[in-house]
Every structure is written in structure tokens, then in C-alpha cells.
Nanobody, 117 residues
Framework: VQLQASGGGLVQAGGSLSLSCASS????????MGWFRQAPGKEREFVAR????????TYADSVKGRFTISRDNAKNTVYLQMSSLKPDDTAVYYC???????????WGQGTQVTVSS
């Protein structure tokens, strides 16, 4: 199983960035998909998740209203559209796949997002 995250980069505060995570080796539409992030010196934290069909999404309070998670089951890809970015959003962003709400089974390698003030 591979989860390949891409789309990170450097952006100014207030800007936007879109992340993608392409999967292979798993039956994509059987898995919840999510995004997590880890800032330097901090624990990894949940950002957003999306149900298998894409009909239900959940967000961390810190990103609600600014980030949008979506998925394309035909392309085996999950996305994270980020807008109104803040310096506090600076982190390595990871995508993950879960067969249930209890365990995240697979993780991508991470993509760096840096928001300058």
C-alpha cells in the first residue's frame, strides 16, 4: 500500500494551497481517508477526515471553515483544499487511510506546508 502526498510548499499568510494524496495497493473506496499534521516540537494532530463515499466530513476546530477535504474514488485520491492559511498551519501534512474509526491503517510520507507571516 502506498499513499503519496503532494502539493505542499511555501505560502504567505492568507493564501491558499491544495494537497493531494494518491493511493495504490488498497481498495480505496473501502477506506475512510484523513489528513493529519505535525508541527515542529508538537504531537501529530488530526486535521480532517472523509467517509468512504465522501458524503460525511469531519474537521478539527482549528481548520473548520478554512479547509475542505474531498475525495475522488475513481482516481483513488483524497484532497485537502486549504485557504486563509495562518503561520500556525505550518506543519508536515500526512494523509492516512482507515478501515474503521478506531485505527488508521496506512500513512503517507508527508508533505511540508510552510506559511509565512
Amino acid at each position: 500500500v502506498q499513499l503519496q502526498a503532494s502539493g505542499g510548499g511555501l505560502v504567505q499568510a492568507g493564501g491558499s494551497l491544495s494537497l493531494s494524496c494518491a493511493s495504490s495497493g488498497l481498495t480505496f473506496n473501502n477506506y475512510l481517508m484523513g489528513w493529519f499534521r505535525q508541527a515542529p516540537g508538537k504531537e501529530r494532530e488530526f486535521v480532517a477526515r472523509i467517509s468512504t463515499s465522501g458524503g460525511r466530513t469531519t474537521y478539527a476546530d482549528s481548520v473548520k471553515g478554512r479547509f475542505t477535504i474531498s475525495r475522488d474514488n475513481a482516481k483513488n485520491t483524497v484532497y485537502l483544499q486549504m485557504s486563509s492559511l495562518k503561520p500556525d498551519d505550518t506543519a508536515v501534512y500526512y494523509c492516512a487511510a482507515a478501515s474503521s474509526l478506531v485505527i488508521w491503517n496506512y500513512w503517507g510520507q508527508g508533505t511540508q506546508v510552510t506559511v509565512s507571516s
